[in-house]
């Protein structure tokens, strides 16, 4: 996964603790994960689904535990595939949660009256989150040669270690030129750092359990409902708002960093509605009053 996808450490450890969960399972059935046959991973979607965890999730595990055999089938220490043929379970298609367009401005005004060196950087990740819906792991950890000369685009390391260009609007660029005249307060003396948002954290950048917390509390304080606002949530607002607005899909799933355009199709309902009021103000059958014809 590391050397041959470019996997992120973050989808590393999602596919570690998937694997050692089913690695539990069979330990517990005096077994070796590499040994599991079909009805056994059969069996661990079984418990699984009894413990309460979503078709989603179940989906995910399938697809490692997938991944894992088909690794150990190509490597030629299996002389079978045990997870070929077993079904996903069926998923539903739940609609992306989003902010309204004048929640989201009560949040970047709410954090634009957060005084100091620490307001101008929460002010500049939400606007730079809004602008360009990147990922929150993309977003904390973005450099500070991310950012072009010109402030107008920034260039994205995505999965994969997949690179895209992704524009920034005016008032993204503003905020961004206003924290970095303040960004040297985040890094201690006599040291230097690569990234846009330096942090004393680990990673040497803020983390995203930081700044998920800093957007609840910005929530609440804007007089929205922390349980809605997320870093995720701010990056489907970004999607809706921009087709709300006339973006066709293959741009938006250039600027998301999708790879396949049928995960960026989770927001034709916004298209749809589109449509809807497209029909409803300019066909001309669509209103019709008793004089018009």
């Known amino acids: 996964m590391a050397a041959e996808r ?3 450490v973050n989808t590393l450890d999602a596919y570690r603790r998937d694997l050692t969960d089913f690695a539990g399972f069979m330990a517990r059935r005096g077994r070796p994960i590499e040994a599991a046959d079909a009805k056994n ?20 595990r399938l697809s490692v ?28 298609r739940p ?20 005084p100091g060196p620490g307001g101008a950087r929460l002010t500049a990740l939400v606007e730079v989150l809004y602008a360009t819906g990147l990922r929150v792991s993309e977003l904390v950890g973005l450099r500070l040669s991310s950012v072009s000369r010109d402030g107008q685009m920034l260039l ?23 924290y970095l005249e303040a960004r ?5 003396a006599g040291r230097a750092s690569p990234f846009l948002f330096p942090s004393p954290a680990r990673a040497g950048h803020l983390t995203r359990v930081a700044f998920a917390g800093a957007l609840k509390d910005l929530a609440v304080a804007a007089g929205l409902d922390a349980k809605r606002v997320s870093p995720h949530v701010l990056r489907h607002s970004f999607a809706s708002h921009l087709l709300a607005h006339g973006a066709d899909l293959r741009s938006l799933q250039q600027m998301l960093g999708h790879a396949d355009i049928s995960t960026t199709q989770i927001y034709t309902h916004v298209l749809e509605q ?10 001309p059958l669509a209103s019709r009053s008793g004089n018009s014809h």
């Open 6 to 8: 470019g996997a992120s």
């Open 41 to 60: 991973i059969r069996d661990h979607l079984a418990d699984l689904s009894g413990r309460g965890r979503t078709p989603a999730t179940r989906a995910r």
């Open 274 to 283: 589109r449509l809807k009021n497209l029909v409803e103000s300019s066909h």
């Open 65 to 92: 535990i997938r991944r894992f055999f088909g690794f150990l089938f190509a490597e030629g220490a299996r002389d079978d595939d045990p997870a070929q043929g077993i079904d996903s379970p069926k998923l539903g």
């Open 95 to 114: 609609l992306p949660k989003y902010l309204g367009e004048a929640e989201v401005e009560r949040l970047i005004a709410e954090a634009r009256r957060v």
């Open 184 to 188: 040297a307060g985040f890094i201690a």
């Open 156 to 178: 994205v390391r995505g999965k994969g270690g997949k690179e895209r260009m992704v524009p920034l609007g005016d008032p993204a660029r503003d905020a961004v030129a206003a």
